[in-house]
Nanobody, 127 residues
Framework: QVQLVESGGGLVQAGGSLRLSCTAS????????MGWFRQAPGKEREFVAG????????YYADSVRGRFTIIRDNAKNAVHLQMNNLQTEDTAVFYC????????????????????WGQGTQVTVSS
């Protein structure tokens, strides 16, 4: 069973950047699809970005496309989320998640597709 741990969250001013990392233990991420989600207070968990096993296929929520980049480093068993031009509406707890479902490419934005979740890391963007 894979365990996921997020890091890299923090407080940043609007327009700034952060790089979140998700490191895994227990098994390799090489054969898993990975995703980043976020949850703001009082809101449902929402999809942010997803990446295929090889890294060749990526998906982004409309709200972050062009500002966020999901990257995977299979050699280091890690996935990253580079976040640029952060805005106050990006404030949330960010979670990484792993999926093994064959239906992932059709349902990548659904939390139900992901089997394993990290504990989350807080990102706060001030104005």
């Amino acid at each position: 069973q894979v365990q996921l741990v997020e890091s890299g969250g923090g407080l940043v001013q609007a327009g700034g950047s952060l790089r979140l990392s998700c490191t895994a233990s227990g098994r390799t991420l090489r054969n898993l699809k990975m995703g980043w989600f976020r949850q703001a207070p009082g809101k449902e968990r929402e999809f942010v970005a997803g990446i295929s096993e090889s890294g060749h296929i990526t998906y982004y929520a409309d709200s972050v496309r062009g500002r966020f980049t999901i990257i995977r480093d299979n050699a280091k068993n890690a996935v990253h989320l580079q976040m640029n031009n952060l805005q106050t509406e990006d404030t949330a707890v960010f979670y990484c998640a792993a999926a093994s479902s064959f239906a992932w490419r059709e349902r990548y934005s659904s939390p139900a597709q992901y089997n394993t979740w990290g504990q989350g890391t807080q990102v706060t963007v001030s104005s």
